[in-house]
């Protein structure tokens, strides 16, 4: 059994995670994923930031209210955001509650409707890419 906050390694991830990490590793990013004390897989803290958001304050909107704000109005690309969420510890059934749309958009799965199985996924393409680096009220 692991520890506490001890480091996952991504292949120890449920397969419930397979889209998710795709796209983090299409977004070019590396986290670490942990178990927190009540047994949550999360991403890890990077503690400075998890700080900031939580201590601005803007006209009684917590910090992310602020973002996704600014990020609707295009100020910020899709991994901007991703990248926000894995350095604030997000944990990963809840990264993927915001991000699934954007997650299914990008790695375009497709499913038959009648199995339940993949027909195809893009993978890393100029499409992809640009989607990713794309400002997030762009993609949907």
Not at 47 to 61: G, V
Not at 104 to 115: A, Q
């Amino acid at each position: 059994m692991k520890k506490i906050d001890e480091k996952i390694n991504e292949s120890d991830l449920p397969d419930d995670y397979d889209d998710l990490v795709e796209f983090i590793k299409l977004c070019k990013i590396i986290p670490t994923y942990i178990m927190d004390k009540d047994r949550v897989l999360r991403f890890k803290t990077n503690s400075p930031i998890r700080y900031l958001l939580d201590h601005h304050k803007n006209t009684n909107k917590d910090g992310l209210n602020v973002v996704w704000e600014n990020a609707y109005d295009n100020d910020y690309t899709v991994k901007e955001m991703v990248e926000l969420y894995i350095h604030i510890g997000y944990s990963l059934g809840g990264f993927y509650e915001i991000f699934g749309n954007i997650i299914d958009t990008i790695l375009r799965i497709r499913y038959d409707s009648r199995t339940g199985d993949f027909i195809d996924k893009l993978g890393e393409t100029e499409e992809t890419i640009k989607l990713i680096n794309s400002p997030i009220g762009d993609v949907k």
